[in-house]
C-alpha cells in the first residue's frame, strides 16, 4: 500500500524510498515486530478467558508436558495477523505472488484456526479429522499452484528446477500441479508436526523463511540470476517483505512462546506457515532446494511415516516416540536441549540451501 506513495516522488525525496524493496521489507520487519510485541499480550489474556483449559495435552507423551496444562492455543492468530497488515502495507498490491502467498497463508490458517477450537471445545486432541484437513489442504494447494502455473513466464511453467545445475529444469507437463500440491500440503503438515516444543517450531520457520526471502529477491532481478545462473522469475523480489513480515511477527510470538511458553502457536500458525513457506518455494522454482532448506520439517515428517509404517508391519516402533523431537524427549535430552540443537541444525540447512545458488 505504502508503495503508492512513490506516485508523490519526483526521485529524490523521501516517497522515493519505498521504490525500494529492501527499505520496505525493512519496515515490514519494524511494523510485524512491534504488532507482535503490541498484540501479544493483550491476544494472551482473551485466549486464557475464552479456552479456559488451554491447549489438551497428549496423554502419552513426555512427562514433562503435562506442567504445560492450561497453557492457551491458537497463537498463530499474532502471527499471522503481523504478517498480514505488513505485508499489505509495505508489498506491491499489484504483485500476483503476494496475493498468492497471503492467500494460501490465510487458508490454511482458517483450517488450523477451526482444528484448535475443536480441540479446545471438546477437551481433546483429536481436532477436525485428518482427511477433512488434507482433502481441504490439497484444493488449496490445488489453486495455488494452478495460479502459479498461469503467473509464470511461458517457459517455466509446469518445469521443476534443479539445484546444482545451471539454468536446468524439466518439463513435468500435467505431473507438475499434483507434485505443487504435495509441496505446499507436506510443507504445511511437516510444521505442523514440529510444532510441539516451546519456540521449536518458530525459529526454524524464520529461518526458512529468511532464507527463501533471499532466494525471492535474487530470483526476480535478472542481474542476479544472469550472474548466479539461475532462472529469472519476475516480480518474486516482493516476496521479501512477506518473508521480513513474517520473521518480526515470528520474533514477537517467540517473546511470549520462549520457555515456558505462555502461549501455544497451534494449528492455526502452524499450518499457514507452512503452507506459506511451501507456496515461496514453488513460486521461486526452489522445490527441491526448500527440501534442504527445510530439512528439520521434513525429517520430522519423514519420522512419523516411518514410525507409522513400520508399526503396521511389525507391531514394533522405529522411535520411542514420533515425531522425532519426542524421540530425543523419551531419551533424556532436556526440551531446551532439543530446541536450540534443532535451531542450529535448521541454520546449517538454511545456509546449505543458500550455496545452491551459486555452486553450479
Known amino acids: 500500500m505504502l508503495y503508492w506513495l512513490t506516485s508523490f516522488s519526483d526521485g529524490g525525496d523521501f516517497f522515493n524510498l519505498f521504490r525500494y524493496i529492501t527499505v520496505r521489507a525493512g519496515g515490514a520487519f519494524i511494523f510485524a515486530l512491534l504488532f507482535g510485541f503490541l498484540f501479544g499480550q493483550p491476544l494472551i489474556d482473551l485466549l486464557r478467558r475464552r479456552?479456559?483449559?488451554?491447549?489438551?495435552?497428549?496423554?502419552?507423551?513426555?512427562?514433562?508436558?503435562?506442567?504445560?496444562?492450561?497453557?492457551?492455543?491458537?497463537?498463530?492468530?499474532?502471527?499471522?495477523?503481523?504478517?498480514?497488515v505488513s505485508t499489505l502495507l509495505f508489498a506491491r498490491l499489484d504483485n500476483p505472488y503476494v496475493w498468492l502467498i497471503l492467500g494460501v497463508t490465510i487458508s490454511f490458517g482458517a483450517i488450523g484456526f477451526v482444528d484448535d477450537y475443536a480441540k479446545?471445545?471438546?477437551?481433546?486432541?483429536?481436532?477436525?479429522?485428518?482427511?477433512v484437513r488434507l482433502a481441504l489442504g490439497f484444493l488449496i494447494a490445488a489453486v495455488a499452484g494452478l495460479v502459479a502455473i498461469w503467473t509464470h513466464p511461458p517457459e517455466l511453467q509446469q518445469a521443476m528446477a534443479f539445484p546444482f545445475f545451471k539454468n536446468a529444469l524439466w518439463n513435468m507437463g500435467v505431473l507438475y500441479l499434483p507434485f505443487v500440491m504435495l509441496v505446499i500440503v507436506g510443507s504445511a503438515n511437516a510444521v505442523?508436526?514440529?510444532d510441539g516444543l516451546d519456540g521449536l517450531a518458530i525459529m526454524p520457520v524464520m529461518i526458512a523463511a529468511g532464507t527463501l526471502g533471499v532466494i525471492s529477491y535474487a530470483v526476480g532481478r535478472i542481474d542476479f540470476t544472469t550472474y548466479l545462473e539461475v532462472?529469472?522469475?519476475?516480480?518474486?523480489?516482493e516476496l521479501l517483505i512477506f518473508a521480513a513480515g513474517l520473521i518480526g511477527g515470528g520474533l514477537g510470538f517467540l517473546w511470549y512462546n520462549a520457555p515456558p511458553a505462555a502461549v501455544f502457536m497451534g494449528d492455526t500458525g502452524s499450518l499457514a506457515l507452512g503452507g506459506a513457506l511451501g507456496t515461496a518455494a514453488v513460486v521461486t522454482k526452489h522445490e527441491l532446494v526448500w527440501a534442504i532448506i527445510g530439512g528439520v520439517f521434513v525429517l520430522e515428517a519423514v519420522s512419523v511415516i516411518v514410525q507409522v509404517t513400520y508399526f503396521k508391519a511389525t507391531g514394533k516402533r522405529v522411535?520411542?516416540?514420533?515425531?522425532?523431537?519426542?524421540?530425543?524427549?523419551?531419551k533424556g535430552w532436556a526440551?531446551?536441549?532439543?530446541?536450540?540443537?534443532?535451531?542450529?541444525?535448521?541454520l546449517i540447512l538454511a545456509l546449505i540451501g543458500l550455496a545452491t545458488l551459486k555452486v553450479r
Not at 320 to 330: G, R, T, Y
Open 51 to 84: 479456552q479456559g483449559k488451554g491447549q489438551p495435552i497428549r496423554t502419552d507423551g513426555p512427562a514433562t508436558h503435562f506442567a504445560k496444562a492450561g497453557t492457551p492455543t491458537m497463537g498463530g492468530v499474532l502471527i499471522l495477523g503481523a504478517v498480514t
Open 120 to 131: 479446545v471445545s471438546a477437551g481433546n486432541t483429536k481436532g477436525v479429522p485428518a482427511k
Open 192 to 194: 505442523n508436526l514440529t
Open 231 to 237: 532462472h529469472y522469475v519476475p516480480g518474486t523480489g
Open 319 to 330: 522411535f520411542l516416540m514420533a515425531p522425532i523431537h519426542h524421540h530425543f524427549e523419551k
Open 335 to 346: 526440551e531446551p536441549q532439543v530446541v536450540i540443537r534443532f535451531w542450529i541444525i535448521a
